[in-house]
């Protein structure tokens, strides 16, 4: 018991529950189950992104071009679906996330075969996939005339009470959290995070690993491709734009260290829903909804400085240990 009383993610729960219950006090009906349930389905996009994110950040790097993968392969759909509306939804949204794929394994070969780094890679990339955006579309919108009925109902299809996308969502993070703890991929993912020199010697290809991180990243982006497009009925080049900094902000405020190494799939999933709170809860309470980003990096500020403070707290730990044992 104690030692959930030290993690990250108990207090990162405490505060979120705390945000609704004072929310609830300001506006009687805001911690309703109903309420709560759409506030976890508007926030499910971004959990699936921050997961994504998380095992890129634990390898030591970053992706910021998730939100331009998200908005190319958005586009990618809605144009196929409006050229072919015959063709399913299911097939449409493996199509995205396969192009998701492809976009992410592009970013991983560059950072792994040529040794650049990770932000400036995706940085590049970033500009690239809005490019090809607007190139595919002539700069054009692709706008919910243009899309057939079932593109645009699929994901709010409503399943034991809940929307699909809530599903999604659901399915995937427990998926996640089985890869991160229970197979050899995640704890090479860990590995290489905690100290790439060290996993060489226990075998592990650091290059491979950090390029299957990317790989993952780019499908669930591209997945949410579909997803966006579907529940705000609507491609453009605009899509998502700057929602990279939400996505990198969910996983540094769910204790996912900027160093590698450090983080877990319920920090991923709570820091998610602290933004998805804070960013209903603003306009209830009468607070202009642009003070969510002086709070979210207010947020993330706090969560580096709990995070280094952390790893200086646990390097002394283990110099006592070491001058016991000596």
Known sequence: MKGILRTREFWLAVIVVAMIAATNFRSPGFASPANLAGIFNDTAMLMILALGQMAVILTRSIDLSMASNLALTG?????????????????????AALCGLLLGAFNGALVWLLGIPAIVVTLGTLTIFRGIIF????????????MSTGFVQYTRIEVLGLPLLTWYAIVIAAAFFVMMTRTSLGRAIYAVGINPTASV??????????????CISGMLAGFCGYLWVSR?????????????????????????????GVGTVAGALLGALFLGV?????PVINISPFWQMAISGAAIILAVALNARGDKRGGRLILRQTETAS
């Open 75 to 95: 586009m990618i759909v809605a144009l196929i679906n409006a050229a072919y509306p015959a063709i399913p939804v299911p097939v449409l949204m493996v199509i």
């Open 135 to 146: 190139l595919i579309a002539g700069g054009k919108w692709v706008n919910a005339d243009a």
């Open 201 to 214: 010697y226990a075998g592990i290809d650091v290059g491979r690993t950090t390029f299957l991180a990317f």
């Open 232 to 260: 705000y009925v609507i491609g453009s080049v605009e899509v998502a734009k700057g929602y990279e900094l939400t996505i990198v902000a969910a996983c540094v405020i769910g204790g996912i260290s900027i160093a590698g």
């Open 278 to 282: 804070i960013n209903v809860a603003l």
